[in-house]
């Protein structure tokens, strides 16, 4: 059971504590947020509402331990790296049974989440001995009119405090993928787990705490981002925020000044299907990527655009996948699983019911049970519908019948959003000029869009994001250069 054996510490009673300066700790507050089981929608967990003065704390700790930490030899930082990700699969079932309880996430997905999870610790630790270990000379001499009296030595230094600020829907894999750059690369690094998903962090950061890191470079505070989020924002120290979740992290490029930024917002992922594609191809794509995990995530395909003339064939061939999808809870591994709050249902309930009263085709009967949507395929879907713009995050796929390959790129270009999209033709020339037109940070040819490899660049434009991410991404993005310039006397012999 989660919560026991080696993570009986961070419990009190049945309250779980946050992590600092390595100690579990109550906060000063001695209030509780509230984390609610998405399938029962009875209080599962209690954890601690931190407060400005916590966070100030471990500000403190945080820069302290820095500061050793970043004179670590890398081969140091490495071992502790290894040995973190061997103890995070280690305890793999825990963390995946709070994953099934906080978020909803079918049993096996929980488990392969923290598993990815430790091996995207272990590669980050070798990319990172490949990018860091090895410092870079420039001779004066390369630039015209200079002679060899410079030599400019150049190595990465940490930035300092890293802010990582992890989504609900992969709050193990989407944490570790910015604490693993971070530590590798010499920085401490606050995490500031959301609270759905909040007791799985803590466990994760336990399993860290296990490697046996220096008191406070490893940070865990929780709390309600509505109640913390404008001084976790403001608060001076802070030398890089990494964020991945959705429109909540908007004002941070507005208030985090001249603080560099990693930020993932989501997207409107859509689907162009030219009529020479491969329908069989396509419908199972599309049922992977509409409907694996609710279709709560960024990369969902949420919009398919596909021509007129074959739209009939490829509908009739989803509808009789999506019949196949099991609906239920999590811990049965079901395809579709309750989404991960009452809002959220609600949210997705709203955008089916505006399609619907636009004159939407609905292709299977919409049902919901508290929090559980069932699949639904909606045909015929225009663009005056919201369900055409606005992100979903929930088990509902939209049809838009196009009459060129224009239509459906002007449909994708018209988005806010810009993180991924897919093509699926048999020609590929004409699927790269279509990836040239399109706008947005990739495009899958003749696949779903999807965020792995882990070590893959990972980046959205428009409203999805800044910067990039992806393991050599983000640890040049949380490192800087430093440079030696070593003057030598001119040359007093000439050649004769």
């Known amino acids: 059971m989660a919560g026991t054996g080696v993570f009986a510490e961070i419990l009190d009673g049945d309250e779980y504590k946050y992590y600092s300066d390595g100690e579990w700790k109550k906060s000063s507050s001695s209030i509780t947020v509230s984390i609610i089981n998405p399938t029962t929608r009875e209080e599962q967990y209690k954890v601690q509402a931190c407060t400005q003065e916590d966070f100030n704390k471990v500000m403190i700790s945080a820069k302290f331990a820095q500061k050793s930490w970043a004179k670590t030899p890398l081969w140091k930082r490495a071992e502790l790296l290894h040995k973190a990700a061997a103890i995070l699969k280690e305890h793999k079932a825990s963390i995946a049974e709070c994953l099934v309880k906080e978020i909803a996430k079918p049993a096996k997905d929980a488990a392969t989440e923290v598993v990815r999870s430790g091996d995207l610790v272990s590669y980050c630790v070798e990319e990172g001995v490949r990018i860091l270990g090895v410092g870079k000379f420039l001779e004066s001499d390369s630039f015209p009119g200079n002679e060899r009296t410079k030599y400019r030595l150049t190595s990465k230094i940490p930035l300092g405090v890293i802010l ?153 061939r989803v509808k009789e996948k999506v019949a196949k999808l099991t609906v239920g809870p999590p811990e049965n591994d079901c395809d579709i699983t309750p989404v991960v709050s009452e809002s959220s249902a609600n949210f997705v309930e709203d955008l089916v019911i505006d399609a619907r009263d636009k004159g939407a085709t609905l292709c299977q009967e919409y049902r919901r049970e508290g929090n559980l949507i069932w699949p639904l395929l909606l045909d015929n879907v225009r663009p005056d519908m919201r ?5 979903s995050f929930g088990p509902i796929l939209s049809v838009i019948r196009i009459n060129s390959v224009e239509e459906g790129i002007n449909h994708c270009n018209a988005s806010n959003f810009g993180l991924q999209c897919c093509v699926f033709t048999k020609d590929v020339n004409n699927a790269i000029l279509i990836s040239d037109a399109m706008e947005t940070a990739t495009v899958q040819i003749n696949s779903t869009p999807t965020r792995g490899p882990d070590h893959f660049p990972f980046q959205g434009i428009k409203d999805s994001g800044i910067g990039s991410q992806g393991i050599t991404n983000s640890i040049n993005m949380m490192t800087k250069e430093k440079t030696t310039v070593i003057n030598l006397p001119s040359p007093s012999y000439t050649m004769g």
């Not at 994760?204 to 406070?216: I, R, S, T, Y």
């Not at 369900?387 to 992100?391: G, L, Q, V």
Request: aromatic share 6%; charged share 15%; with cysteine.
């Open 164 to 316: 990582a600020i992890p989504p609900f829907n992969y709050p193990i894999n989407l944490a570790v993928s910015k604490i693993a750059p971070a530590l590798i690369a010499g920085n401490s690094i606050v995490l500031k787990p959301p609270i759905e998903g909040a007791v799985s962090a803590l466990h994760m950061v336990h399993c860290f705490h296990l490697a046996g890191f220096p008191k406070g470079l490893i940070s865990c505070i929780t709390g309600k981002g509505s109640q913390i989020g404008d001084f976790l924002m403001k608060i001076p120290g802070v030398n890089c925020i990494s964020f991945t979740g959705g429109d909540t992290g908007n004002p941070i490029s507005t208030k985090a000044c001249l603080i560099p930024l990693q930020i993932e917002l989501g997207g409107k992922d859509a689907c162009i299907v030219l009529e020479d594609a491969d329908l069989d191809l396509v419908a199972s794509n599309i049922i992977k990527g509409g409907f694996s995990y609710c279709g709560r995530r960024g990369t969902a395909v949420e919009v398919v655009l596909v021509m007129e003339s074959i739209a009939n064939a490829l509908v009739e």
């Open 387 to 391: 369900i055409a713009w606005e992100e």
